[in-house]
Antibody, heavy 119, light 107 residues
Framework: EVQLVQSGAEVKKPGESLTISCEGT????????IGWVRQVPGKGLEWMGI????????KYGPSFQGQVTISASKSDGTAYLQWRSLKTSDTAMYYC????????????WGPGAMVTVSS | DTEMTQSPSTLSASVGDRVTITCRAS??????LNWYQHQPGKAPRLLIH???TLESGVPSRFSGSGSGTDFTLTISSLQPEDYAIYYC?????????FGQGTKVEMK
């Protein structure tokens, strides 16, 4: 089955580090960009950034540049979203999405992973 | 960066109503515009890409139109399962910004 499988919900304290993951199955993972989208509770969708598996250089939205690191491994078939030092304002649902080859739309989405940052 | 502005923010409608949501880009994005449906507790769902191409499996009551800076998503006859939040998204150049969303609620 073609799907994106995300890691589970996380509860962390401010200042802690965190990496969440998104595994692609049922398709050739390395052929498609993977992006990340944030949804703060009660708010809309925010495009965080995107990476092509195996490429070292991700592209970031202006609000997320320097705040998170996006990467993806062809060998693992997995994309990652990493924080070095979490803030309470990082509390949100995080979705990964596969960028369709031609249209550029996110045609496949993971179920989302809730990250809660609280002291 | 190009901003995406949707209107209205909230729309109250009944089953069977024709619903229209608009999305305006602050500069021309050609046909590089997508529409998504997002229901609580679910992942977003791609409805339309390239402004007017219906994604496979999406009911034909959904349609998209427009180009350049002005785009429209239309639901020809609203069904109970269509109550949701709808987002437009540019995908011409990074960042692939979303609109702020339009909530379609029960009248």
């Amino acid at each position: 089955e073609v799907q994106l499988v995300q890691s589970g919900a996380e509860v962390k304290k401010p200042g802690e580090s965190l990496t969440i993951s998104c595994e692609g199955t049922g398709y050739t993972f390395g052929n498609y960009y993977i992006g990340w989208v944030r949804q703060v509770p009660g708010k809309g969708l925010e495009w965080m950034g995107i990476v092509l598996p195996g490429d070292s250089e991700a592209k970031y939205g202006p609000s997320f540049q320097g705040q998170v690191t996006i990467s993806a491994s062809k060998s693992d078939g997995t994309a990652y979203l990493q924080w070095r030092s979490l803030k309470t304002s990082d509390t949100a649902m995080y979705y990964c999405g596969r960028r369709a080859f031609i249209s550029g739309a996110f045609d496949l989405w993971g179920p989302g992973a809730m990250v809660t940052v609280s002291s | 960066d190009t901003e995406m502005t949707q209107s209205p923010s909230t729309l109250s409608a009944s089953v069977g109503d024709r619903v229209t949501i608009t999305c305006r880009a602050s500069q021309s994005i050609g046909l590089y515009l997508n529409w998504y449906q997002h229901q609580p507790g679910k992942a977003p769902r791609l409805l339309i890409h390239r402004a007017s191409t219906l994604e496979s499996g999406v009911p034909s009551r959904f349609s998209g139109s427009g180009s350049g800076t002005d785009f429209t998503l239309t639901i020809s006859s609203l069904q109970p399962e269509d109550y949701a939040i709808y987002y437009c998204q540019r995908c011409d150049v990074y960042p692939y910004t979303f609109g702020q969303g339009t909530k379609v609620e029960m009248k």
